[in-house]
């Protein structure tokens, strides 16, 4: 522990008759005492404090904090009696007295006194005058300040000899698409900046490798500097979809695997940046510059991505394009073809005759801040070092002076945006710092904790990894939210590999691997697989004896949602009970909402609406309250289609709005889709048919690639339906021969007066009927608009058994010449479908078989009483779910312009039910 006594001689009477001048030095002082991370006391004419030296930087601190107390003092002075400031080890009140009165009285003790340890400590940057001998006990060895070193930057043509031949080959020639080539730490940037900058203003500056390898390096060349340049000349929509874009490709800055979703992202938000940049140099009157440094550190994903862009690039012949590779051998030159239509020219660079740089001697708070540096800048770029060294306590005034120090010892090549120039430094630094790098790694790991939980990073299996290196304490919660986050994005590759070279164990620990690697199988399949991957991976049984109660709940929650694929709905519910129990007993568990859900779609199962919806409102509420947004959108759709088979189409509508707002924050672009299908799906049921062609258009031209072939098929069907719907009968036939594509075709066939090949495609639809025994709850299932929606409430099989023979029953009574036979033949089909007994409300066609059962009654001349007492009932049943809509624009348009139900309307009208 280090102390510091400060007193002013008379303060007393100087504060009566100088009162401005001594709180001004007072508060002045007591701030840089307060930066160094000093712990004051009051006690009348002294100042006491107290500082740790355990922190990082500790001598640096002191060092800033004693230059200000010397520039402080030095300016007062002349108003003073004379001050003294004293830093030693254990300074009691008294021995401060005692020491305060043994300094020297001729100049009454004046000045800044350090003991032998502190004086050893500050030796680099402080010259003392010679210490106090006995005669001062007990002041002996006391030293006084005599006056601050300054330090001026390496010599540049010492340390970058190669600094003059890089400008002057940058120089030469007409090509300006320059690729310095060479071995690390050769001094390319240096030099390539040299050049820039006395060349051009505000280059764009992409570094890999800094902070990162992929997309998140295009997001952090937008620095601050540039921002504010930028500001200067492009839109402020065009800001803030840079700001939105580039915070969603800084989250994913642990990743190498990338979803379409935040591809998509990478690309419109280069695309954005070099379009607003180019623009707004030439706006500026500057010519654009792009630097790309240490491409060889670029990820395939982010490498090929800047060459596509680059390709249809406008204004590629005022733009400069400059770069730097660092390889070992001049034999890997091949590696870089790829990059021939960027940089067609190459400057080799070779370091024959040029020492490799030495690694300086500094004092060890030098090395614990280079330390600290080296490991921040794997993970964040150096534009943000200032701001993540004041997270961890760090004062930027510190930072800046150590920066400035490196600067002078050569391991940095700018004090700005600085990267080591050292391979071997941090090596070094573990080796000097010894058991002092075990809190270093600590902060950082802190810092990448903080930025995790204020969702500025994506948690993800990579950064477990990381936090394993850094000697990461593991928490069981943020393990499992790492895991889920790459299966749900399903970016688990690194996971895959850590399973396949053992490494999963070490990383996530002995006793937690073995059930993580179990919720991490089943969770995967349930998100990823396909029914038969599912089934298996589920006929293991759990774990037993699981005591981590968030992993027990995620391990009864995957069952309970297989149980509800498989249809074993009382099985389901025990278990989802079971979750609910132990989920209330954890803090700040996410999965409460999940559990909800799947009670939800339990309900909705067992026909229970009423308790679907609450749980639905119950599900929701728990999401918001946790910024679940995966979870919401999930929740907000099938709360939608809930909705839907009550009858209320205008809350479908606003749930499934409110669905796809969620899918998208989530980054769940599959999920979007299908939401935005579904939203078409409700266009068309209202009878809204050209609204509900463009959506599924739109959507069929920029599908995300996720299930594409069948999501196409079914798009296809469904704009086939519209098109049928809205009289273009000569529209392309859906590819899909089974399911809802043949069904539309009989329904076409029908609607078109093509009576016999309706006959002929409903003996297909029957005669191929499979009841669906599966249903995918975590992802969406493309097969069909039914299958996450009817499906729950009624079988595959029975749904297209019911349409497929009313529409047989149709056309059989229309066909010519007209047949008797065929008229009863409908009558009896008709009727067995209105007389099922597992006919309930919630079908969304309830009323439309009643109309279908009296068409088939006019069409075989039926007495008048049947036909009225038919259509009385499906009136009702229109007007029951009609009267479920709380908007009056929806509900008239779901009577009035979708064709059967306007229809029906209108014949209940002839028969005066209206």
């Keep these: 522990m280090i102390q510091m006594c400060f007193y002013i001689r008379f303060q007393s009477q100087l504060r009566r008759i100088r009162p401005e001048v001594i709180s001004d030095l007072e508060n002045s002082a007591a701030q840089a005492i307060k930066n160094a991370g000093g712990q004051i006391t009051w006690k009348g004419p002294w100042i006491s404090a107290s500082f740790e030296e355990n922190n990082p930087g500790f001598w640096l601190d002191i060092l800033i ?59 680099p940057y402080i010259l003392f005058d010679a210490p106090l001998n006995e005669e001062y006990s007990p002041g002996e060895g006391y030293a ?80 601050p500097a540039l921002r504010s340049w930028l500001g200067l000349y492009a839109d402020g929509h065009e800001l803030e979809e840079l700001d939105k874009l580039g915070a969603i ?51 395939a994903v982010a490498g090929n991505m800047f060459i596509d862009l680059y390709r249809t690039l406008p204004h590629k012949k005022l733009l400069h394009i400059y770069g730097t590779w660092s390889t070992g051998k001049r034999e890997d030159y091949h590696d870089i073809k790829q990059w021939e239509p960027v940089f067609p020219r190459i400057l080799p660079l070779d370091q024959e005759g040029i020492p490799a740089p030495k690694l300086p001697e500094m004092p060890p708070e030098l090395w614990e801040i280079a330390y600290t540096m080296g490991i921040f800048l794997r993970y964040f770029p150096a534009s943000l070092l200032i701001n993540l060294f004041e997270e961890t306590g760090k004062k930027a005034a510190s930072v800046r002076r150590a920066f400035s120090l490196f600067s002078h010892f050569g391991i940095i090549d700018f004090s700005d945006e600085p990267r080591l120039r050292m391979g071997d430094l941090i090596k070094k630094a573990e080796e000097v710092l010894g058991e002092r790098k075990k809190p270093i790694r600590r902060l950082v790991r802190n810092c990448l904790l903080s930025w995790a939980e204020a969702e500025k990073i994506r948690p993800c299996f990579t950064m477990l990894k990381i936090l394993s290196d850094l000697g990461w304490e593991k928490t069981d919660e943020f393990m499992l939210k790492a895991l889920q986050m790459d299966i749900i994005h399903g970016t688990f590759g690194e996971i895959e590999k850590a399973l396949g070279d053992g490494s999963f164990e070490r990383i996530l620990g002995q006793d937690r691997a073995p059930l993580l690697g179990f919720i991490y199988k089943t969770s995967k399949t349930l998100i990823h697989g396909g029914e038969k991957e599912i089934r298996e991976v589920f006929s293991e049984s759990d774990p037993e004896g699981v005591s981590v109660p968030g992993y027990k709940t995620q391990i009864l929650m995957n069952r309970a949602n297989y149980l509800l694929s498989v249809r074993e709905i009382p099985a389901a519910i025990t278990l989802i009970k079971e979750a609910i129990m132990l989920i209330q007993g954890q803090r700040d568990w996410l999965g409460l909402a ?31 309250k946790t910024l679940n947004f995966r979870e919401l959108g999930l929740i907000y759709f099938y709360a939608a289609e809930i909705q839907f088979l009550i009858g209320n189409i205008f809350q479908a509508e606003a749930f499934a709005l409110q669905a796809e707002e969620a899918a998208v924050s989530a980054e769940r672009l599959e999920w979007a889709e299908r939401i935005r299908f579904f939203q078409g799906r409700l266009r068309f049921e209202t009878g809204r048919y050209q609204d509900a062609l463009n959506i599924f258009e739109s959507m069929r031209n920029n599908l995300s690639g996720y299930k594409q072939s069948a999501a196409a098929q079914t798009l296809s069907a469904w704009i086939y339906r519209s098109n049928i719907y809205l009289g273009n009968y000569a529209v392309e036939k859906p590819k899909m021969l089974i399911g809802e594509g043949l069904f539309f075709q009989l329904e076409a066939a ?76 409908a009558l009896r089909i008709i009727r067995r479908v209105v007389q099922d007994e597992r006919l309930f409300s919630m079908d969304p066609n309830d009323a439309f078989y009643f109309f279908a059962y009296y068409l088939i009654l006019k069409e075989s001349d039926s007495g008048e009483i049947d036909m009225n007492t038919v259509i009385s009932i499906a009136f009702k049943r229109l007007q029951r779910r009609a009267n479920q809509i709380d908007n009056a624009e929806a509900k008239h348009s779901f009577l009035s312009l979708h064709y059967w139900n306007n229809a029906l309307y209108l014949t209940a009208r002839e028969h005066k039910l209206i």
Excluded at 154 to 170: D, F, H, N, V
Excluded at 264 to 271: A, D, N, P, T, V
Excluded at 278 to 290: C, E, K, L, Q, S
Excluded at 291 to 299: F, S
């Design 594 to 624: 999940q559990a909800y859900r799947l009670f939800t779609l339990a309900s909705l199962s067992n026909h229970r609406m009423n308790d679907a919806v609450d749980y639905a409102l119950f599900a929701i509420e728990n999401a918001k």
């Design 65 to 123: 904090m004693l230059e200000a107390m010397f520039a402080l003092l030095e300016t007062a002075s002349p108003e003073l009696y004379g001050y003294t400031v004293i830093m030693g080890e254990n300074l009691t009140d008294d021995a401060g007295a005692r020491l305060m009165r043994a300094l020297p009285t001729d100049s009454l003790g004046t000045g800044i006194w350090c003991s032998p340890p502190v004086q050893k400590a500050l030796s």
């Design 750 to 825: 029908y609607l078109t007066g093509d009576y016999e090949r309706a006959v002929k495609y409903s003996e297909l639809l029957l005669d191929i009927l499979e009841d669906q025994k599966f249903l995918l709850i975590e992802q969406p299932d493309w097969e069909g608009a039914y299958t996450q929606c009817e499906a729950f409430i009624i079988p595959k099989s029975e749904f297209f058994f019911r349409m497929g023979s009313v529409f047989r029953a149709l056309a059989l009574c229309r066909l010519k010449p007209a047949s008797e036979e065929n008229k009863q033949e």
């Design 144 to 223: 006084q300040l005599s006056h601050i070193r300054t330090f001026s930057a390496a010599s540049g043509a010492k340390t970058y000899p190669l600094r003059e031949k890089i400008k002057m080959g940058l120089k030469e020639g007409t090509v300006r698409k320059v690729l310095l080539v060479g071995p690390e730490f050769l001094g390319k940037r240096d030099g390539l900046y040299r050049f820039c900058r006395s060349q051009f203003k505000n280059p764009l500056v992409i570094r890999f490798g800094s902070g990162g390898t992929g997309l998140c390096c295009f997001s952090d060349a937008v620095n």
């Design 249 to 299: 490709l800084f989250r994913e800055r642990f990743q190498h695997e990338y979803p379409y979703y935040i591809r998509q992202k990478g690309r419109r938000f280069l695309s954005l940046l070099t379009d607003v940049y180019i623009r707004a140099a030439i706006a500026g009157t500057n010519t654009p510059v792009f630097i790309l440094e240490d491409l060889q550190k670029a990820d």
